[in-house]
Nanobody, 120 residues
Framework: QVQLVESGGGLVQPGGSLTLSCAAS????????MGWYRQVPGKQRELVAA???????VYADSMKGRFFISRDNFKNTMYLQMNSLKPEDTAVYYC??????????????WGQGTQVTVSS
């Protein structure tokens, strides 16, 4: 089994900051790539930021310069530093990873999501 567990969500005022974490646990060979998505009710899930297979980073245009993705490979953990938060950033944030597992192969995994609410 592989689990992705997000943490760090909560309520923050406009202009504030939050850092989300996503920890991967279980038995696997490697994490091929990881990324953050978000979703608001009634809308499609959208990419926030991700590491590509080559290790570079990509960001949605509206997050560039405000959000920063990072990871700790030893801890199998990915982070999302979110600054200058706006009410429109309110959403459930999900961690996604493509992981290679022994005897299973490549699979796509999602965390349970963490709520971020930006409001005064």
């Amino acid at each position: 089994q592989v689990q992705l567990v997000e943490s760090g969500g909560g309520l923050v005022q406009p202009g504030g900051s939050l850092t989300l974490s996503c920890a991967a646990s279980g038995s696997f060979f490697r994490i091929n790539f990881m990324g953050w998505y978000r979703q608001v009710p009634g809308k499609q899930r959208e990419l926030v930021a991700a590491f590509t297979r080559g290790g570079s980073t990509v960001y949605a245009d509206s997050m560039k310069g405000r959000f920063f993705i990072s990871r700790d490979n030893f801890k199998n953990t990915m982070y999302l530093q979110m600054n200058s938060l706006k009410p429109e950033d309110t959403a459930v944030y999900y961690c996604n990873a493509e992981i290679t597992r022994p005897g299973v192969g490549v699979g796509d995994y999602w965390g349970q999501g963490t709520q971020v609410t930006v409001s005064s």
